[in-house]
């Protein structure tokens, strides 16, 4: 059975600092990652897809990574903002189905 | 832009009353899902349809059914609604490429927060 971990469950900065934020999964056989990002009581927002033969996908400031192999992916906020605080979500995705971490709550402080 | 629209965002219902959660997609996808999403359990899928009229149960289905009677609308049936059926429901869409995977982009809507008195 698949888990996704998302390590760690929050985490606080002050505004213009670059972050990463990390997700891992048991099992490396998946069809694709993506990252969401969730607002208070809202919807999740897709931020970027990456398919498993990708290594990286890029998003204006925001970077993902893809290690299938070592079952990692991690997502890099470069000059973070007060905007950015959010909870930030990954899934992954196998055959059938889809498994999501439990996310990290960003807070940046101005 | 994908749009995927639940019907409300917040309901509350008394425990054994029959509640319908709604969601329609804009953009042909085959896939629709429906997840619950509760603190400190992340989200979880309830059921999904790769096509009309047709369902696959999730990790957690008990005291729930879905209807998928068109490719764009999905519903979430509670037949008896309880207690702990108070959650956070969002429903999302992708495009099918084989059949039985969900590769693509999974859009959600706002959700639906429901509360069972």
């Known amino acids: 059975k698949q888990e996704v971990t998302q390590i760690p469950a929050a985490l606080s900065v002050p505004e213009g600092e670059n972050l990463v934020l990390n997700c891992s999964f048991t099992d490396s056989a998946i069809y694709n990652l993506q990252w969401f990002r969730q607002d208070p009581g809202k919807g999740l927002t897709s931020l970027l897809l990456?398919?498993?033969?990708?290594r990286e996908q890029t998003s204006g400031r925001l970077n993902a990574s893809l290690d299938k192999s070592s079952g990692r992916s991690t997502l890099y906020i470069a000059a973070s903002q007060p905007g950015d605080s959010a909870t930030y979500l990954c899934a992954v995705y196998g055959a059938g189905k889809s498994t999501f971490g439990d996310g990290t709550t960003l807070t940046v402080k101005p | 832009d994908v749009k995927v629209t639940q019907s409300s965002r917040y309901l509350v219902k008394r425990t054994g009353e029959k509640v319908f959660l709604e969601c329609v997609q804009d953009?042909?996808?085959?896939?629709m899902f429906w997840y619950r999403q509760d603190p400190g359990l992340g989200l979880r899928l309830i059921y999904f349809s790769y096509d009309v009229k047709m369902k696959e149960k999730g990790d957690i289905p008990e005291g729930y059914s879905v209807s998928r009677e068109k490719k764009e609308r999905f519903s979430l049936i509670l037949e008896s609604a309880s207690t702990n059926q108070t959650s956070m429901y969002l429903c999302a869409s992708s495009f099918l490429i084989n059949r039985g995977t969900a590769k693509n982009i999974q859009y959600f809507g706002a959700g639906t927060r429901l509360s069972v008195l």
């Open positions: 953009m042909d996808h085959e896939n």
């Open positions: 990456i398919q498993s033969s990708q």
